[in-house]
């Protein structure tokens, strides 16, 4: 019914820079918060940020805070997580989430497939 795809993960050094995106398609009608969840190897999935439909409500997890920054753009059902200062520590398979309406007027959580995201030197 609802397909999350994202894109952007990769090969980063130390301190560098990188921005995932998540779009969404399928039989949505409305899409309410959608966030970032990370897993690392060997450890449970982490929740790292979340952003509200208006976008004017944003949350993060003390371990990213001040590094990364969560947006959307409605208009393209597509959510955003511009990351920066990046430490291996961020290592980790990045998922996108998020509460469609669909146009079938039920709402469920959709998860995207995930991207890696490696940070080394």
């Known amino acids: 019914q609802v397909q999350l795809v994202e894109s952007g993960g990769g090969l980063v050094q130390p301190g560098g820079s990188l921005r995932l995106s998540c779009v969404a398609s399928?039989?949505?009608?409305?899409?309410?918060?959608m966030g970032w969840f990370r897993q690392a190897p060997g450890k449970q999935r982490e929740w790292i940020a979340a952003?509200?439909?208006?976008?004017?409500?944003?949350n993060y997890a003390d371990s990213v805070k001040g590094r990364f920054t969560i947006s959307r753009d409605n208009a393209k059902n597509t959510v955003y997580l511009q990351m920066n200062s990046l430490k291996s520590e961020d290592t980790a398979v990045y998922y996108c989430?998020?509460?469609?309406?669909?146009?079938?007027?039920?709402?469920?959580?959709?998860w995207g497939q995930g991207t890696q995201v490696t940070v080394s030197s």
């Open positions: 952003i509200s439909w208006s976008g004017g409500n944003t």
């Open positions: 989430n998020a509460d469609v309406l669909t146009t079938g007027r039920v709402t469920i959580r959709s």
């Open positions: 399928g039989n949505i009608f409305s899409i309410y918060d």
